[in-house]
């Protein structure tokens, strides 16, 4: 069993920066383990933002956070980072992140409970 914990969120004026971590706990590694976030705003469907691979030779993002948003991996540490960087009012929302086999919209085994982001205008 593998659990994940995100924390980092908090609130953030416009153009502002957050990095949010998602630790991993348990016997398993978060190393055998894509790893990806996601967002959901009240009112609205759940995002995928970003994920990274296992060899962390690939990583994926939506068009909405490319060239802010910044997926990295810890592996002393069991941890998986997003950077976030100039912030929007937009990118209000609860922030989780999951582990699966594939970077892929749905269909992964693990989830965090979520950290909230506020980006104050």
């Known amino acids: 069993q593998l659990q994940l914990v995100e924390s980092g969120g908090g609130l953030v004026q416009s153009g502002g920066s957050l990095r949010l971590s998602c630790l991993g706990s348990g016997p398993i590694t978060l190393d055998l383990y894509v790893i990806a976030w996601f967002r959901q705003a009240p009112g609205k469907g759940r995002e995928r933002l970003s994920c990274?691979?296992?060899?962390?030779?690939?990583?994926y993002y939506a068009d909405s956070v490319k060239g802010r948003f910044t997926v990295s991996r810890d592996r002393a540490k069991n941890t998986v980072y997003l950077q976030m960087n100039n912030l929007k009012p937009e990118d209000t929302a609860e922030y989780y992140c999951?582990?699966?086999?594939?970077?892929?919209?749905?269909?992964?085994?693990?989830w965090g409970k979520g950290t909230q982001v506020t980006v104050s205008s």
């Open positions: 999951a582990a699966g086999l594939v970077c892929r919209e749905a269909g992964y085994d693990y």
């Open positions: 990274i691979t296992r060899s962390d030779g690939d990583t």
